[in-house]
């Protein structure tokens, strides 16, 4: 495998590599997502500190373009760096594999390095390597990138002229299955964080870089805030377990702690969102109405990582709003968060921009919603421009003993009074999500699917009058996550997850009174079982990790792309000798004294109220549901006080400042 060589000097800029790419282009599918020049990219001269040295950034979130461009993280940090006049940051994404081969190929000069989408100059060249991972799936991308980019894939073997390669995301909160592959980790809100290493990285270079690539790195991590860990030794006991993780350097911190932004008011980004070239997943502006989730559901890691709920207020959100909409021509506006009807003053927010964009061409909208936080007011306001689409709910559990279980306390009259509110007001289909593979859960529990989705059909038919009422059951493996009360739990094996799923499919093909009315989507169970390894998996886990990344392994995520066999054969080899295995990783239990991966990185949460919300979850004869500390009291998880934040929600009172729409 031929790999791309730059070498980068502080006194020229890299060429472009445009000139060698674009006669290149015709030949693969898709071209225009390898071209940049988005409507509101920025652009901007190498050396463009007007005084002092440049910090550069080429930031990645590692999937294809489509994909990557609209990622709400990515596009903030490139916004937010690109404000400061001493900092370049430019993206990069996935190259699919035809691009990939005639990268790798290149041309009389030699291969095509990895290349920056905005001015089409070399990863290699910047100081900065910032990949952002939502999943851990998108792991062999990253290698990939760093192969294309001729950066040694070890941390161990980089030298002053690699750039520091750096992940976040929610899937860095356990980086250790890449610990051997990235300089550095940032756990949580990244925004202040970037700015802060800017800095770091500023005055270590307007120093000479003194110390070289190890003394920059100290100084990162000396500030709690980066975890680096080549700082830290992993041991291992005889039963195969962690031993422990011990700082092997003066002055690096036993553990590492997330990052917090709060006053989201401050940081009203994007401001200038980006407009793509071709097709993406997700052709909407979005805004961010409040960040974090105390709801308490067990199984979520997203929730329980990004505590305490912060909201923007309701001036903020009107005026990102039309703000975003200005500058990027976009239609339609999603406002976003886990729960997004929860946002204490959602109904005042509907109202105002549904008020302020009457008879626009512009819609709004609202992801997945609980079904407790349902109202035909909210939903109502959301189409007032006469744009309908389904309406989204996920239960979750698919008995009411499994939501008890997972701590999303939605009854089914809860679930079947919503959906008629909503069916006699108009719509016509619903989508449910459902999990499969959850703690103690029974084949029963997902049969009980099918009977709440004939439910949905009946009652829907009944207040509406009409035959046409659309259910599609959308159902995903549980995977266990880190920071979670679930952490500890045995991941359902694949077989169980698609026999389980067949039998729960063959039971709604059955009913000829409402199979045509429901639509069944799920995946095989594989693809979670790998997910499973990755996201609970140490140090040792990387060898599996390149092992597949060297026999091809790309678009781990794409289930087109993805091969199970591929992963299990790396496994097998990779963990040989270690006395772990596959299944050690993702079916076996853990229990309160082992050493988990991810201990030493601390998201806030106490470890013993996370173990006794576990224990609650699996014991039959408790029947304890934690409220939502945003209107009950505390309930001691632990981050307010460790963190040193506080619960940042209203209502303010406030109404949204009257615009004329032109």
Known sequence: MS???????????????????????????????YVGGELNSTLKEWDCAPDGPTVRWALMYPDAYEVGLPNQGVQILYEVLNERDWIVAERTYAVWPDLEQIMREGDSQGPIPQFTVDAHRPVKAFDLFGLSFSTELGYTNMLNALSLAGIPLHAVDRTEDDPIVLAGGHAAFNPEPIADFIDAAVLGDGE????????????????????GRDEVLARLAASGGVYVPKFYD??????GAIAAVVPNRPGVPDRIRKHTLMDLDAWPYPARPLVPLAETVHERFSVEIFRGCTRGCRFCQAGMITRPVRERSIETIGAMVENGIRSSGFEEVGLLSLSSADHTEIAEVAKGLADRYEGSNVSLSLPSTRVDAFNISLANEFSRNGRRSGLTFAPEGGSERMRKVINKMVTEEDLIRTV???????????????????????DEDVLEIADLARKVIAKGREVSGRNDIRCTVSIGGFVPKPHTPFQWAAQLDHETTDLRLKKLRDLVREDKKFARAIGFRYHDGKPGTIEGLLSRGDRRVGAVIEAVWRDGGRFDGWSEHFSYDRWLTAATEALSGTGVDLDWYTVRERGYDEVLPWDHLDSGLDKDWL?????????????????????????DCGVCPEMNTEIQIGPTGHTLLPLSVL
Do not use: N
């Open 3 to 33: 790999t791309p060589t730059f070498v980068s000097t502080s006194s020229a800029a890299p060429e472009s590599v445009f000139a060698r790419l674009e006669p290149k282009l015709p030949s693969v599918q898709k071209p225009i997502q």
């Open 234 to 239: 992993v041991s291992y006991g005889a039963d």
């Open 420 to 442: 008629a509110a909503a069916f006699s007001h108009g719509w016509r289909q619903v989508k449910l999500y459902f999990m499969c593979g959850l703690p103690t859960e029974t």
């Open 192 to 211: 202040e964080i970037v700015l802060k290493i800017s800095e770091v990285l500023r005055e270590w270079k307007g120093q000479g870089e003194p110390g």
């Open 611 to 635: 173990w006794a919300d576990w224990e609650d979850a699996i014991d039959p004869s408790t029947d304890v549901e934690v409220e939502d500390c945003r209107w009950t009291p505390c309930y």
